[in-house]
């Protein structure tokens, strides 16, 4: 796979939490294809250890687990966790030096977090910072397909043209938009349509705003 390219592709996880029966993925694009691209490479990492943050609903969960398969020692939530923890976390992996460890990969929510422990902050610093941004057009489409993908909703080609330019661009809200169709689409017992689109979006952003957006 290739990630330098900015057009959106996925990765397909060997999991299903969506009580659907569909995979869960992860959409490439603009917003993450570095960090995926640094994820590739841990031996590049300064004191073998990464820190991830990004938004909220932005996949940072889900390519920890990526993550993971690949032989990352993976610490979600890590600003939650005790700083001490943290420490330990990565003290260890520099034993037997940067080359022999196991890479770690801490993911947090925002970034820096607040450390009061001086080493800790130190060492954090020290290693590398990897971020997800927000989604342009072309991922928000992709996403779009993602959430409704994983929901079996069906939605025609022309939604995400429409969609698009009348909500925001982030991860959050894309994921909403989905799920406001999907439950209007069951409510009215009638296809995801047009009329389901603006409904949602009348919904999520009142009738003028979702214009202006």
């Known amino acids: 796979m290739t990630v330098k ?11 299903d939490s969506t009580g ?5 993925r992860i959409v490439i694009g603009n917003a993450n294809a570095d960090v995926i ?28 687990q990526w993550a993971s398969a690949q032989g990352i020692a993976v610490v979600d939530g890590a600003d939650e966790l005790e700083e001490a ?49 927000d989604p342009d057009d072309a991922m928000a ?17 022309g939604a995400a043209d429409y969609l698009v330019p009348r909500t ?3 991860f959050a809200a894309l994921e909403s938009l989905v799920a ?4 209007i689409s069951l409510e009215r017992a009638a296809p995801a349509t047009m009329s389901v689109w603006r409904a949602a979006l009348e919904a999520l952003h009142g009738p003028e705003q979702q214009k202006l957006l």
Do not use: C, M
Not at 20 to 24: H, L, M, T
Not at 180 to 183: A, L
């Open 85 to 133: 923890e943290v420490f330990h976390r990565w003290n260890a992996v520099q034993e037997g030096g940067s080359k022999a460890g196991t890479p770690l990969l801490l993911i947090a929510d925002a970034r820096p977090w607040e450390i009061t422990l001086p080493d800790l902050k130190s060492r954090l610093g020290g290693s590398l910072q990897i971020e997800i941004g």
């Open 37 to 64: 691209e640094a994820l590739q490479a841990p031996e590049n990492w300064p004191f073998n250890a990464a820190v991830l943050t990004g938004p909220r609903r932005s996949g940072k969960t889900l390519i920890g």
């Open 168 to 170: 925001r661009r982030s």
């Open 5 to 15: 390219q900015r057009t959106s592709s996925q990765i397909a996880l060997p999991l």
């Open 141 to 157: 489409t992709a996403l779009i397909a993602a959430y409704a993908e994983a929901r079996s909703l069906t939605l025609s080609q």
């Open 20 to 24: 659907r029966g569909k995979a869960q």
């Open 180 to 183: 406001t169709i999907d439950r």
